[in-house]
């Protein structure tokens, strides 16, 4: 069975920081994409970060620059997003997916975001308080 089990979130204040993690099983993840993916109350879902299966290059969107951290431990099948400097816009539900694309972008038009996604996982709930 195909699984992604997302957990770390929580509630936290303004500027405070979280460990995202995406446990992956039942597929072979060396050969997928992992994106991480939020969507807000009322909002469109939004790509968030992607870490490419070909050779780990991380992409991020402008929102989560600088702030955000991508990164993924093979062995443990496990993705992890490192969320720092946390705004009251990052509250969301914050779900990881795979796609089996090696890479996470080609162009403005091929890129995570707007993939179809393979695997979704049921989302982990962050929010940030003032």
């Known amino acids: 069975e195909v699984q992604l089990v997302e957990s770390g979130g929580g509630l936290v204040q303004t500027g405070g920081s979280l460990r995202l993690s995406c446990v992956a099983s039942?597929?072979?993840?060396?050969?997928?994409?992992i994106a991480w993916f939020r969507q807000a109350p009322g909002k469109e879902r939004e790509g968030v970060s992607c870490?490419?299966?070909?050779?780990?290059?991380?992409y991020y969107a402008d929102s989560v620059k600088g702030r955000f951290t991508i990164s993924s431990n093979n062995a443990k099948k496990t993705v992890y997003l490192q969320v720092n400097s946390l705004k009251a816009e990052d509250t969301a539900v914050y779900y990881c997916?795979?796609?089996?694309?090696?890479?996470?972008?080609?162009?403005?038009?091929?890129?995570?975001?707007?993939?179809?996604?393979?695997?979704w996982g049921r989302g982990t709930l962050v929010t940030v308080s003032s």
């Open positions: 997916a795979a796609v089996r694309i090696s890479s996470c972008y080609y162009s403005d038009h091929s890129a995570y975001q707007n993939y179809k996604m393979d695997y």
């Open positions: 039942g597929f072979s993840f060396d050969d997928y994409s």
């Open positions: 870490i490419s299966s070909s050779d780990g290059t991380t």
